[in-house]
């Protein structure tokens, strides 16, 4: 069965693990406990999401471990790896006030904090150990990189896709 609609991407198939077709699950969530208990998942194949049986789900040392119907050995699960694992977007879990999924940024529209002028709008979140970066596509269609840290974004508000940002100190990058 093929998924049509929003879907979020919370992780990656990695290696498999064993001679039974379990698979390493690389998660670009905070939330482990999402791939505990599983019954099923979406998985990207071609440019479609495509709803597949879990039989089994883990966590072993930190990392998430599924093993998926009709999958029954390391061959059949080395083909799968790499491919994008998702949830519909009304699976996601509720966040705790001031805080936001990375997906919900991308569309805000940026304002200058000191003019209060628009300025531009995300296009992307790129996600690094230290800090997250935001791409920001000026209004004259040059993107900038501001990284997400208290010094430049000043507000996020995720209801009015609006994000207030301090461009002083990036100069020499706009």
């Not at 693990?17 to 690389?26: K, M």
């Amino acid at each position: 069965m093929v998924l049509t609609g929003d879907v979020i991407t919370v992780g990656r198939i990695g290696r498999p693990r064993g001679l039974n077709g379990e698979l390493y699950i690389s998660p670009n969530t905070d939330f482990l406990e999402r791939f505990e208990n599983l019954t099923e998942i979406l998985i990207k194949e071609n440019q479609s999401w495509e709803i597949i049986k879990v039989i089994s789900s883990k966590i072993i040392s930190g990392r998430p471990v599924l093993k998926f119907n009709r999958v029954d050995n390391p061959e059949e699960a080395a083909r799968l790896t790499n491919k994008l694992i998702g949830v519909p977007k009304e699976q996601v879990f509720d966040l705790p006030d001031d805080t936001f999924y990375l997906f919900d940024l991308v569309g805000c529209e940026v304002y200058d904090f000191v003019s209060q002028k628009k300025y531009g709008e995300i296009t992307e979140v790129e996600q690094y150990p230290s800090n997250d970066i935001y791409q920001v596509k000026n209004l004259e269609g040059k993107i900038i990189l501001v990284p997400a840290v208290k010094k430049y974004i000043k507000e996020v508000d995720i209801n009015d896709k609006k994000i207030v940002i301090d461009l002083t100190g990036l100069e020499a990058i706009l």
